[in-house]
């Protein structure tokens, strides 16, 4: 039924918009790299966030949204991050989703180099692979293990996919009444996403209140389920620290309202 391929979509809203290929990436140990106690600002290798996802007043899974490790991609370190998503045992009879991203972002937090996302929702598979070459300029999707698309791009122009453009705001200075730029790409096109600054609110979340800063994203040449006819929004609050801890993210939608809202921080 239509419905549960809407409901299954914003179960992974949480990604902000929409494997296996040997890549040249060295995995880099904590110990090597990070002193004891020390922060990597704004991340934290091994930092980890837990999420409630709520359906209007129906709890319908769970997400979690984590910096796994520091990669080597050829002379550029890069922070792997990864996402994971998956609806609860009652929700599962609906529509259940089982779905992961994985990015790889220069430490400098402004290019990909590397993201997959594998999706598992009701019947339907899928596993989609961004491949970056800024020298080549190109990015590449693969799906499935084929290439479906190829794209041009310029070499000196940064460029991200969706999940770590999450990580570019965050590593920024944010102030109310800023509006940030950045470049994205699903492997298909790319696209001019635009972010609001909006105002400073305490956010209730499961472990407490904290002082955040509204946002929110929007972006150019949308389709589908976000065309402006349907007058969607989304929101996102993010700590308003160093940290930029992302506490809640809301959609208004014309299907009602999806909640995400942080449960458990892990790591710090």
Request: contains cysteine.
């Amino acid at each position: 039924m239509q419905y549960k391929k809407v409901a299954g979509f914003f179960i992974i809203l949480f990604f902000l918009i929409p494997t296996h290929v040997q890549i040249q990436a060295e995995y880099i140990s904590v110990e090597e790299n990070v002193k004891p106690g020390q922060e990597i600002f704004p991340l934290r290798i091994g930092e980890e966030f837990i999420y409630t996802i709520n359906w209007g007043i129906i709890r319908a899974g769970s997400a979690t949204l984590k910096v796994d490790s520091l990669v080597k991609c050829g002379d550029t370190e890069c922070y792997k991050v990864e996402t994971r998503t998956r609806t609860n045992s009652f929700f599962d009879k609906i529509y259940k989703v089982r779905d992961t991203i994985e990015s790889l972002v220069e430490t400098s937090l402004k290019r990909s180099r590397y993201y997959n996302k594998k999706q598992q929702e009701g019947k339907f598979r899928r596993n989609d692979e961004l491949i970056f070459d800024y020298h080549k300029e190109e990015v590449s999707l693969k799906r499935n293990g084929r290439i479906k698309n190829t794209i041009k791009i310029q070499r000196d122009k940064d460029l991200l996919d969706p999940l770590s453009v999450l990580y570019y705001v965050r590593g920024m200075n944010l102030q109310v009444g800023d509006v940030i730029e950045a470049h994205l790409t699903d492997g298909k096109a790319t696209y001019l996403l635009q972010i609001n600054v909006i105002k400073r609110e305490r956010v209730k979340t499961w472990i407490g209140y904290f002082d955040c800063l509204k946002i929110e994203p929007k972006m150019q040449n949308i389709e589908g389920i976000f065309h402006k006819k349907h007058k969607a929004k989304i929101y996102i609050w993010l700590t308003n620290d160093k940290r930029k801890i992302p506490v809640k993210i809301q959609s208004e939608v014309f299907v009602g309202s999806f909640k995400i809202l942080l449960k458990e921080i892990r790591g710090y």
